[in-house]
């Protein structure tokens, strides 16, 4: 018969400082004489949410120590867990010695040990230890372990200390280390090596990184990477930090390498900071020393590079933004000092109600700056200021037809410089007014969706009156979905739509009750007369634009698809977009296609036809494949390949990665880069979470 007994009479000595009290669970359970408890068989104790099993335990309460004899198995209140034959303890479980003992940390890291001293409930000594996260099978060597003369783990920082250590590879010593420090698989930060990376590449050749970070506090570190291989010496460092109201962020390098005759570096910055409750500081650094050191390095694959600061305040009824911006052209066909390098924009906008509708005023600015010493497009700077005003009114008609009214204004004053064909100040004032008008209609309602057809149309009209300013920020304008109906189709300030106009379409949506969504939109634009300031490929020149077609569809399942196409009245294609996806907890897989047809106005003297993926397939709980690539369908050629392949179990992870980079340029040679990346699951520095166990086979 099982006896419950509450240790009162036990613990007498230490319930000053015990948090507690402890709860002894035993089969039997007696006191020899004043001073000796003995509790035997399936015993179980709690104590200040640590459990310690065994089969027989003696309290002597004149030596106020505790002896166990096993199987013992101890779990303290943070996960560690201890198992033992035989101990010798205090009634706290914090100082006493355990004998042919294993200490397992965060159910993955086990150390067996001929013997665990534990002291002041912090530290534990194990006297020649075996460590390792890998299963062991029928006797058979373990996948790796480390083997130690003595192991010192402190709870408290959560490190683990190894002398005369050996690592070892299925029982064969790989490397021998007189002293090691590990982190524990409990520690989230620590200061230390990383996972090092193999790679090899045609261009830098075959070489290491090894990382190692450091801890600068609890709101700071630094990665700092040595990268060396036959053809480079590189550094890479990577800064974090925290503040209270906002974050920075620096990643950086710097490298001699046999690629380039000069030292070559990158630095990228950013940082966003709460300055007050609805104002926010932000900026973007990016610089380079040569247009080809980010792409033959892999940092990044971009064609021109902005820097920006930009400072922000939004309120429910206002909006405050200033943004000064620098960029830097990688492009083989491009020159900085034209491009214009430097753009700043400033911009107010107030909202309040008015004669029942919605009043919108405020003031802008804008200025573009180039260095070069040209003339006209290679060397024009331009500056903008100006201020706006509209209204706008809902209205609600019989028979569920809803619209709205617009009336609008601006007025800019601009000045030019090193540019003959514009005066140096000139204004300009630009009136709008514009309606529109739609008409949803539920065509179905089933138990299973809900049908509806919005027709819309949309008229207005607008003049200007002064001067045209040169066009800075509307070279690329083009018809969707989103500026269908829209007052204006260009993207900035400089261009605007004049004369009569109007916009008609429809669009058709179906919302399933089970989360599925369908939607499809068409429409067109149909002008007074033509508008020269559109690119032949933008669909909106002439008088009519080509008619627009768009799409998307979402599913519970996690497919979704959107896409986009601009058919001319012959339905020959000016341009078309698509994007496919498919999301599921062992899937993802995204594809995407775009065609634009050439245009010279828009410095594109080829057809664009290109076609990118993106996937990855959990293929079970070890395997894990992705890949990715782009295809250039115009010059029947592909641009960029990748595949990686993870393996995984209970106590190792690989990575191997292999990426082909098929284009070329002035500055660009065609590559391979290979990748290969090993890491220990059980320890910090390693993988937090570990994989599937191999299991046994007999």
Known sequence: MRALLTCLFLLLPV??????????????????????????????????????????????????????????????????????????????????????????????????????????GRYSQLTRVVASSCAVCNGRPALWDIRAERVVHDQDAQQLYFDNATFRVRGVPVLWLPYARL????????????????????????????PYFITLGDHRDLTLTPYLSSETTTLEASYRQAFLSGDLNIDAAYSRDTLNTDRRSYLFADGEFKLSANTVLSFDIKTVSDKAYLTEYGYADLDRLESSVTLETITDDSLFRARFSFFETLRDDEVNATLPPIVADLRYE???????????????????????DGTGDDGRDVARAGAFGSWTRDLTLPAGVIGDITAAIRADQYFVRDDPAYETSFNRIVPTIGASFSWPVITGNTDSAVHTVTPKLAVAWSDVLGTTPPNEDSTRAELDQANLFDLSRFPGDDRVEIGPRAALGATYARQGTTGSFTSLTFGRVLRAEADDAF???????????????????????????????????????????????????????????????????????????????????????????????????????????????????????????????????????????YGLSISLNGFSAGRSVAGPSAGCQN
């Open 15 to 120: 319930t000053a400082t015990a948090q507690g009290v402890a709860t002894l669970v035993a089969d039997n359970v007696s006191v020899e004489g004043n001073s000796r408890l003995i509790a035997q068989g399936n015993i179980e104790v709690f104590y200040d949410d640590t459990r310690l099993s065994a089969r027989r335990i003696v309290y002597d309460q004149t030596g106020d120590q505790l002896t166990i004899d096993g199987p013992i198995f101890i779990q303290t209140a943070d996960g560690e867990i201890l198992t033992a034959n035989r101990a010798t303890l205090d009634p706290q479980l914090e100082n006493g010695m355990l004998r042919g003992a294993r200490l397992v940390l965060d159910q993955q890291l086990q150390l067996a040990a001929n013997q665990i001293d534990r002291v002041d």
């Open 183 to 210: 982190p524990d698989p409990t520690l989230e930060r620590a200061t230390g090596l990383l996972i090092p990376d193999f790679r090899n590449s045609d261009l830098l050749g075959l070489g290491i990184k090894l």
């Open 350 to 372: 107030k909202r309040d109600t008015f004669a029942g509708g919605r009043l919108t005023y405020g003031l802008s600015g804008d200025a573009v700056f180039r260095t070069g």
């Open 535 to 673: 690119s032949p490929s933008s669909g909106l020149d002439g008088k009519s634009s080509d008619w627009l077609i768009a799409g998307q569809v979402t599913s519970p399942q996690g497919v979704h698809f959107d896409g986009r196409v601009l058919l001319n009245d012959d339905l020959e294609t000016t341009r078309g977009a698509g994007r496919v996806g498919w999301r599921t907890d062992d899937v993802t897989l995204n594809a995407a296609y775009i065609w634009q047809e050439a245009d010279l106005t828009e410095s594109r003297p080829d057809t664009v036809s290109e076609w990118t993926l993106d996937t990855a397939v959990q293929l079970n709980d070890a395997f894990k494949i992705s890949a990715d690539a782009r295809y250039d369908i115009a010059n029947d050629s592909p641009a960029t390949a990748g595949l990686g392949v993870e393996w995984r179990n209970e106590c190792v992870t690989v990575d191997l990665s292999v990426s082909r980079r098929f284009t070329s340029s002035d500055t660009i040679e065609p590559s391979t880069d």
